[in-house]
């Protein structure tokens, strides 16, 4: 089993800043990708950033430019780091982890979420 752990999130002014971290444990080998994806209220789910194995990246336009996804791979942990926030940013953010399991399928697994809502 893999576990994701979250922390980062809380309530900050429009404009500022915060740092979302995500750090994976149990049975890792490899990992195909690690991200963020977020659920504002009445919306569905949406990828906001991932970072895949061979280091590329990938952001929602909504966020480009403003967010920075990076990945400590000798800690398992990926970070977002969310600069210029906007009251359309307010979300719970959901961890996620992409990586082969026992028999080598593809695995997703999700971290419980942290809170980010920007308001003044």
């Known amino acids: 089993q893999v576990q994701l752990v979250e922390s980062g999130g809380g309530l900050v002014q429009p404009g500022g800043s915060l740092r979302l971290s995500c750090a994976a444990s149990g049975s890792i080998r490899s990992i195909n990708a690690m991200g963020w994806h977020r659920q504002a209220p009445g919306k569905q789910r949406e990828l906001v950033a991932l970072?895949?194995?061979?280091?590329?990246?990938n952001y929602a336009d909504s966020v480009k430019g403003r967010f920075t996804i990076s990945r400590d791979n000798a800690k398992n942990t990926v970070y977002l780091q969310m600069n210029s926030l906007k009251p359309e940013d307010t979300a719970v953010y959901y961890c996620f982890v992409n990586l082969p399991n026992s028999l080598g399928f593809p695995t997703v697994y999700w971290g419980r979420g942290t809170e980010v809502t920007v308001s003044s």
């Open positions: 970072t895949a194995a061979d280091s590329d990246t």
